[in-house]
């Protein structure tokens, strides 16, 4: 969950991401090594280096290079903290179906951090990333349960059965830059 991450090397923590079929997005070849460079600056404390790497594969439409980049903007690593940006960032790679960056932007609807606080967001995103397997979502989701009424259940459990990843074989990020 965003708040409360813990400090975890994020290359670690992305390595896993990276690694889970989850992601829906195809990593091309040329991505793969510009990736582990930024996780590598990263984790030697070169933010700078990290976050412009990251930035150069988000614009193309990285889902993992977005949701690092949300993760340094959400704890203020080398650039201004803004949760907001975060969220931004988090929900350009939650819809290429990255299930860190759903976990990470239901916790933010359910907490309203850089969003407004949203039960039924909350509860849809994180519905998506326990779907692909992610148990802290699932403990997530059980929580936020509590805010919502039946027929709010009914509805957003509908929603996340219908929710289907992008075509992973096309180009991800549309050409839609968010900045």
């Known amino acids: 969950m965003v708040e409360g991450i813990r400090r975890v090397p994020i290359l670690a923590a992305m390595v896993v991401a990276v690694l ?9 070849a040329g991505e793969e090594e510009a990736l582990a460079s930024a996780f590598a600056a990263y984790d030697a404390g070169d933010y700078d280096e990290a976050v412009t790497l990251w930035r150069r ?11 690092a980049l949300a993760n340094v903007l959400f704890q203020g690593e080398g650039v201004t903290r803004d949760p907001g940006r975060a969220a931004q960032w988090y929900r350009r790679a939650a819809g290429l179906g990255d299930a860190v960056a759903q976990l990470n932007l239901g916790d933010m609807y359910a ?6 606080r949203d039960p039924v967001e909350a509860y849809f995103w994180l519905g998506l990333a326990a779907g692909q397997g992610n148990a802290w979502a699932r403990q997530r989701q059980l ?7 039946p027929t709010q259940i009914e509805n957003t459990e509908r929603r996340i059965m219908t929710w289907k990843e992008p075509d992973a074989t096309k180009p991800a990020g549309g050409g839609t830059k968010t900045r």
């Open 143 to 149: 929580e936020v349960t509590a805010l919502l009424d």
């Open 20 to 28: 889970s079929a989850g992601t829906g997005a195809a990593v091309a």
């Open 111 to 116: 907490r309203g951090l850089g969003v407004a």
């Open 57 to 67: 594969l988000a614009d193309g439409g990285n889902a993992t290079a977005m949701t």
